[in-house]
């Protein structure tokens, strides 16, 4: 069973930049492609941003294209998301979420129910 934890999150003023972390135990992450979503109060979860097993292949949602960026160091299984610029309405709740992609297809995954494993969320807040 894989285990994640996302680390990171916090308070942050307009213009600001936090570090997501997503750390793995379990297994290694080197057959995982990664998501990162997020829940704001009353709101859908979104997607983010993701990235491949293999490859480094990643997608960005457009409110964060430009403000976001996505890496993975499966030595220290782990994934992190850069966020910089954050506005107020990049307050949610941040997930991380893990798919198994044994074939190392290279494509990333933008579903929720596409993901086989999810963090419990760390919540990140933009206000001044």
């Known amino acids: 069973q894989l285990h994640l934890v996302e680390s990171g999150g916090g308070l942050v003023q307009p213009g600001g930049s936090l570090r997501l972390s997503c750390s793995a135990s379990g297994f290694t992450l080197d057959y995982y492609a990664i998501g990162w979503f997020r829940q704001a109060p009353g709101k859908e979860r979104e997607g983010v941003s993701y990235?491949?097993?293999?490859?480094?292949?990643?997608y960005y949602a457009d409110s964060v294209k430009g403000r976001f960026a996505i890496a993975r160091d499966n030595a220290k299984k782990t994934v992190y998301l850069q966020m910089n610029s954050l506005k107020p309405e990049d307050t949610a709740v941040y997930y991380c979420?893990?798919?198994?992609?044994?074939?190392?297809?290279?494509?990333?995954?933008?579903?929720?129910?596409?993901?086989?494993?999810w963090g419990q969320g760390t919540q990140v807040t933009v206000s001044s």
């Open positions: 990235i491949s097993a293999r490859d480094d292949n990643t």
């Open positions: 979420a893990a798919r198994n992609d044994p074939f190392n297809s290279g494509r990333y995954y933008q579903t929720p129910k596409e993901y086989d494993f």
